[in-house]
């Protein structure tokens, strides 16, 4: 997002608060079990999947953002770029990416055998009004001064009245809402008087330590550890009363202040807009800004659950994220409560091959792939 630089923190807490949600491997799409990848990144002559990516049009799309808003991110890859394009127009057969001068690269995943995890991010949208009114009784507040080295009030204090009123940009009508928008770090508030969204940016926190209160919820016993999940959190909420959401949320002494804007695309920290699943967080130290994956990603039912089945996705590397470490990607689900939906289930497994235009190919590699193609059409069509 605008500033989504904040995601160096945010996608951390976010896994903290869904900290326990494990279960079975399979239950989570683990595949390998043997095969041991060596390197974070091994060359592989065409990656081991079937099937062809699902979201071209999305990708098209995530790679004309690029090009408008950073010609330099774009310059960079535009080689690889130009050729997944050829691919894709030939039918993203993943048997023929060599042919298009692409190499693939499969990631050896958080246990070295090729699982890669996934987690899942999303924009939401609250309603407020600029003033305390009816059902808008929660504030949402602006970043206030802070003296070098000290800490601002905790969570519980500014929700007794610590800071004053002046901070205030907005009440809404719900503190759970508050706090989901505090995660994401960002998010989308309607004031219901017919004006375009506002966009609430990553405007700073108040220094104090983040306590996940998915973890809260499971220490009580309240909540199954396999259960856990952002909608396993909004259930308690709705089955308890506001003083005892208030008092569990006050368990987390952190706390975010947000940046009012004229509605505005969501942008990554590569100050690229974000397509929906298109577009992920990444370990920039391992894979740079701009890179292109293809994903071999679980899909879930409407649950959460894992259906056994994937699909290929192609997605770029355009966010970052405080746990986005290594072998692992958040991938933005987009804006809303249908977007919240899957991101709040999302901590599965599956596989990954960045794409990289091969060294020493062009135009030629190109001419012999599309021979290639007109030779199998000719082929076909004389049989």
């Known amino acids: 997002m605008n500033g989504r630089w904040t995601k160096y923190w945010v996608t951390g807490a976010l896994l903290a608060l869904l900290a326990g949600c494990s ?49 330099s991110l774009y310059t ?4 690889t770029y130009s050729a997944i394009e050829n691919w894709l127009l030939a039918g993203g057969d993943t048997r023929q990416l060599r ?6 690269f499969q990631m050896e995943g958080t246990d070295n055998y090729g699982n890669v995890q996934f987690t899942g991010y999303y924009t ?121 959401v208030r008092a569990l949320l006050e368990t987390n002494n952190s706390f975010v202040f947000f940046k009012p804007e ?20 990444a370990d920039r130290s391992l894979i740079p800004p701009g890179t292109v994956l293809l994903a071999e990603v679980p899909l879930l039912n409407n649950d959460g659950k894992f259906t056994g089945k994937y699909e290929m996705r192609l997605m770029v590397a355009l966010d970052v994220g405080g746990a986005i470490k290594g072998q692992h990607f958040d991938i933005y689900q987009g804006i809303g409560p249908e977007a ?20 020493g190919t062009g135009t030629t590699l190109f001419s012999n792939a599309q021979n290639h193609q007109n030779g199998s059409m000719l082929v076909s069509a004389s049989q």
């Open 340 to 359: 919240g939906h899957m991101a709040g289930f999302f901590n599965h497994y599956g596989r990954v091959w960045v794409l990289k235009s091969a060294p």
């Open 23 to 71: 279960s079975k491997p399979t239950d989570r799409g683990q595949q390998y079990k043997d095969g041991k990848i060596e390197q974070p990144l091994a060359l592989v002559n065409q990656p081991n999947a079937k099937g062809r990516p699902v979201n071209g049009k999305d990708f098209g799309d995530q790679v004309s953002e690029i090009r408008f808003a950073s010609s």
């Open 124 to 244: 939401p949208v609250i309603h407020a009004r600029y003033t305390r009114q009816g059902e808008f009784q929660y504030p949402l507040y602006r970043m206030p001064p802070r003296s070098k080295g000290r800490k601002l009030p905790s969570r519980a204090q500014i929700y007794s009245g610590a800071l004053d009123e002046r901070y205030v940009i907005g009440y809404s009508n719900s503190l759970m809402d508050n706090f989901i928008m505090d995660v994401q770090g960002s998010g989308y508030v309607d004031y219901g008087d017919g004006r375009p969204l506002m966009f609430f940016g990553y405007a700073g926190k108040n220094g104090w330590a983040y306590h996940s209160v998915g973890k809260e919820l499971i220490d009580r016993g309240e909540v199954k550890r396999e259960d856990m999940s952002m909608q396993a959190i909004r259930k308690w909420a709705d089955e308890h009363s506001p003083e005892e």
């Open 99 to 104: 042919l298009f001068g692409l190499d693939a």
């Open 76 to 79: 960079r890859q535009t080689n």
């Open 262 to 281: 004229d509605f505005t695309p969501v942008r990554g920290a590569s100050a690229v807009p974000l397509i929906a699943k298109a577009s992920v967080a």
